[in-house]
């Protein structure tokens, strides 16, 4: 783990650095070749001028340096310039290496001195002037020094100091910057470097890759994997989990399979979240054939599925609305010994509520107790949902009583929508002002259930207010909030005001979009305005957006209420919705 070292104003200036740094020159700095060592000696200065060198001592009076000792003489030194000098003494002595705590120690020591100095030139100036002759080691150890730090600005000119002295960065060096140019964001730099180094190792490669994997660069992963290979490297067990994991969030289920045929092939165990993960990516795109033969390849490898396994393939059968074939599953894991955990019973909760199977929902809710699991903040709000979707609303004081779950954002704006649903809008007002009062700051979702609420409470002026001071504060809105405010001005019987509000939100280009469109047509019909509404209907195909079922049922139910049959048979689109439901 990297040191976090707190940045002063003056550093966090210079970082800004970072963006106009001659990146070109680092990568055309001279290559080691094969021949060559991997750092050239140093040039050792014949004059004397402002130098102090160090007293030597015989090899009997010699201390004996451990860790120890260092870190102890470090915590010790009168100045940072001392320190780092004898730090770098140190290094130089026969069979003596630095560990981690030493080089954590120097963190804040070159840092400090970076924000007297202001530059790398400026310290090894420094350590020149107390007579430290500057040899590729030193620098070399103020780069490691800045690596470990995070300190990357230093890492580039201690990396630039290596050219101006004549030193030829060795591959160590060279990996170190590209690490740091993968972390600033320069991912094409830092493949001009590995590409330009003559001699690189197995570190050059696993450095790539694993920067390439966070920024999610599958192209270029499968083209670093390759020249690892033909160099004759093959990535580690835990390297090409990172890279199977990054093919199958970009649904490259091919490229992934591959991967994990390697790690079968080099004889490595293959860990059961490497055939989770893929097994996981199939479901995904609903390839349940494939995902099933995964399962069973991973039992004739001697990898026997956990919880998590069989916790993906139960979530994709039920997405797919293939609820028996996730039960069977279920019982498959169950007769196996894999008793359920609480993300399982979340999962379980949640899709059985989208497929309409309150029941099985509310089971295995009541059955955490019996599996001794504690409920947690989305295990609340999917019971929620459930209770909502099958209006058993009184059924909530029971099932929570003596519950105690630290309430998160999610939490109070599922209360919210639960309130509002249940009809107790001032029930989510209260719960709104609580939320504020707690220290958290209310999103979009929050600010639909207070709207939600004021309205169903019928205080229009109070929603309104709160919905003009929304849209004033710049808030990240989406079509949600605008809708429910229009919908709740309906409800009350206010439709003009309604379709003015709409007007408003198109003329301003706020996001509105197909449920949008739906409840202003609404609106027009109650408000007695029905001939409005075929050119609010070709207004809305124009700008893009696709009426859906919903929008011809309303349109058809408001032209029969109005007694208007010519215009239903003038709705265009309506003649293919009524021959699709008719196909099916």
Same mark, same amino acid.
């Given at each position: ?308 396994? %069989?916790?993906? +393939?139960?979530?994709? $059968?039920? !997405? ?5 074939? =996730? /039960?069977?599953?279920?019982? *498959? #894991? ?77 939490? %109070?704006?599922? +209360?919210?929508?639960? $309130?509002? !649903? ?5 029930? =989510? /007002?209260?719960?709104?002002? *609580? #939320? ?149």
């Amino acid at each position: 783990m990297l040191w976090r070292f707190r940045w002063t104003s003056r550093r966090c200036a210079r970082i800004h650095a970072l963006r106009s740094l001659p990146f070109s020159s680092l990568v055309d700095l001279p290559l080691p070749s094969p021949a060559q060592s991997s750092v050239r000696a140093a040039r050792a200065s014949s004059s004397g001028e402002n130098r102090r060198p160090i007293r030597q001592v015989s090899g009997k009076n010699r201390p004996l340096l451990t860790p120890d000792v260092v870190c102890s003489a470090l915590s010790s030194c009168p100045s940072d310039l001392i320190a780092l000098r004898f730090f770098m003494w140190c290094a130089e002595q026969p069979g003596y290496f630095h560990d981690r705590r030493s080089f954590d120690r120097m963190v804040g020591v070159v840092a400090r001195l970076g924000d007297r100095h202001g530059s790398v030139s400026c310290i090894v100036g420094e350590l020149q002037s107390i007579g430290c002759a500057i040899k590729a080691q030193t620098l070399l150890l103020l780069l490691r020094i800045y690596w470990r730090g995070g300190l990357y600005e230093s890492v580039l000119e201690a990396f630039e100091q290596m050219g101006r002295f004549g030193f030829t960065p060795n591959t160590f060096a060279r990996n170190v910057l590209m690490d740091v140019l993968f972390k600033i964001g320069r991912v094409d730099v830092a493949l001009e470097v590995l590409k330009r180094t003559h001699v690189p190792n197995f570190l050059s490669f696993n450095i790539a890759l694993c920067n390439l994997c966070k920024v999610d660069e599958p192209g270029k992963i499968r083209d670093v994997a390759r020249s690892m290979l033909k160099n004759g490297f093959y990535p580690n067990i835990a390297t090409l989990e990172m890279v199977l994991n990054a093919f199958v969030k970009k649904s490259r289920l091919v490229e992934a399979t591959q991967v994990l045929t390697l790690m079968i092939t080099m004889g490595g165990a293959v860990s059961v979240n490497a055939w989770s993960m893929l097994i996981n990516g199939f479901c995904r795109l609903q390839r349940f054939d494939m995902a099933g033969y995964l399962l069973e390849k991973m039992g004739e490898s001697g990898c026997t599925p956990n919880v998590v396994t %069989y916790t993906t +393939l139960i979530k994709g $059968f039920m !997405e797919s609305q293939m609820v028996n074939r =996730a /039960v069977k599953i279920l019982s *498959v #894991m169950e007769s196996k010994g894999n008793a359920p955990d609480l993300v399982l019973c979340n999962v379980l909760i949640d899709c059985f509520c989208k497929n309409g199977r309150f029941d099985d929902a509310l089971c295995i809710f009541i059955s955490l107790s019996e599996r001794n699991l504690v409920p947690d903040s989305y295990t609340i709000c999917s019971l929620l949902t459930t209770l909502c979707h099958s209006r058993r609303f009184s059924l909530m004081p029971v099932l929570v009583n003596g519950l105690d779950i630290e309430a998160d954002l999610v939490l %109070y704006n599922s +209360l919210l929508s639960y $309130f509002c !649903e249940a009809g107790l809008p001032s029930l =989510a /007002v209260d719960l709104y002002d *609580v #939320m504020i009062d707690s220290g958290f700051t209310p999103d979009k979702y929050s600010f639909v259930g207070l709207l939600s609420g004021l309205c169903g409470a019928r205080r229009i002026d109070a929603a309104l207010n709160v919905y003009n001071g929304i849209v004033r504060s710049g808030s990240d809105l989406d079509a949600h909030v605008h809708t429910t405010i229009i919908n709740g001005l309906i409800k009350v019987g206010k439709c003009h005001q309604a379709i003015r509000f709409f007007r408003k939100a198109v003329e301003e280009k706020y996001e509105v979009d197909v449920v949008s469109y739906t409840v202003a047509i609404r609106g027009l019909f109650r408000g007695g305005r029905g001939h409005e509404v075929t050119a609010l209907y070709d207004e809305m195909k124009g700008v893009g957006i696709s009426p859906d079922t919903q929008v011809y049922n309303m349109m058809v139910s408001g032209f029969c209420k109005d007694k208007d049959a010519k215009m239903v048979t003038q709705v265009n689109g309506l003649d293919e919705v009524i021959c699709c439901h008719e196909g099916t």
